[in-house]
């Protein structure tokens, strides 16, 4: 009998996240009262084909509304499926899995599909970093594409670019400022190319993020700020003492404890991740 080898000493309490994914619909933060899955899950391994179905299930209303002209709708039900395919190749940790690569495939489909309804200009922009390698970023411009303050992104340990902000009800352009967000080291894309969140990577891909901007008429350069989420509390902390041409810092779902909470005493997704 072959005993498949645990990847990280926290595998071994994978039956802990099934019961309490089971039990209570989230793969972290227990105690909050919602769901975070679309339906009951099982257990952890049923949650790519999960959201995956439920990805779909948006994707094909999107495509109705859009062929009827109804673009707002559309936006609307683009914006479910972005998050459902986001959530659906998130759970899966290997390099180059071919049910990971068609899930971010269809993520970067609904994206496009997304900009052509959208209420506002939607950018793909690759800036380079390393190794000939590039940080994927989104870029939501105001309408009349002024110049403007613009804000930095910056995704969580479980996010990519696409987690926020949404193309519907966007606060950035509501409050008159663009917004960019990036796929920093280990998020997103930069997964995909193998770029990690090591040593001081997220700091130099949120500089060459910064230098980039520099370059658009669109962005007033003195107003550039930057906005953290969970883990991008964090990183964002790191950018801006890394690099001090940000005008302004904030961040929400604060991480600034010991590395021994998160790994050790948090959901054991964090650890896998």
Not at 64 to 83: L, P
Request: charged share 25%.
């Amino acid at each position: 009998m072959t005993i498949r080898k645990l990847r990280t000493a926290r595998d071994n309490q994978q039956w802990m996240l099934d019961l309490a994914l089971n039990m209570r619909g989230r793969v972290q933060n227990f105690e909050r009262d919602d769901w975070e899955t679309p339906k009951r899950a099982h257990n952890y391994r049923m949650l790519p084909k999960m959201w995956r179905d439920k990805a779909e299930h948006d994707e094909a209303l999107g495509k109705q509304a859009q062929a009827q002209g109804f673009n707002a709708t559309a936006c609307a039900h683009y914006d479910h499926a972005v998050e459902g395919y986001r959530m659906a190749q998130h759970p899966i940790f290997y390099d180059d899995n071919p049910v990971k690569l068609e899930l971010c495939a269809k993520l970067d489909e609904m994206v496009d599909r997304r900009s052509e309804v959208a209420p506002y200009p939607i950018e793909r922009v690759e800036v380079p970093f390393d190794d000939g390698k590039t940080i994927s970023c989104l870029l939501h411009l105001l309408p009349d594409r002024r110049k403007a303050p613009c804000v930095i992104y910056v995704p969580g340990m479980d996010q990519t670019k696409e987690a926020y902000p949404k193309a519907v009800g966007n606060p950035a352009i509501a409050c008159g400022m663009h917004m960019i967000s990036m796929d920093g080291p280990g998020q997103g894309n930069s997964n995909i190319q193998k770029i990690r969140a090591v040593g001081d990577a997220y700091e130099r891909a949120g500089a060459a993020v910064m230098d980039y901007l520099q370059t658009r008429d669109e962005i007033d350069n003195d107003r550039i700020g930057i906005y953290g989420i969970s883990m991008g509390s964090y990183w964002s902390l790191r950018l801006a003492s890394y690099d001090h041409r940000a005008a302004a810092l904030a961040s929400g779902v604060a991480c600034f404890y010991p590395n021994n909470t998160i790994f050790t005493q948090s959901s054991p997704r964090f650890k896998q991740q």
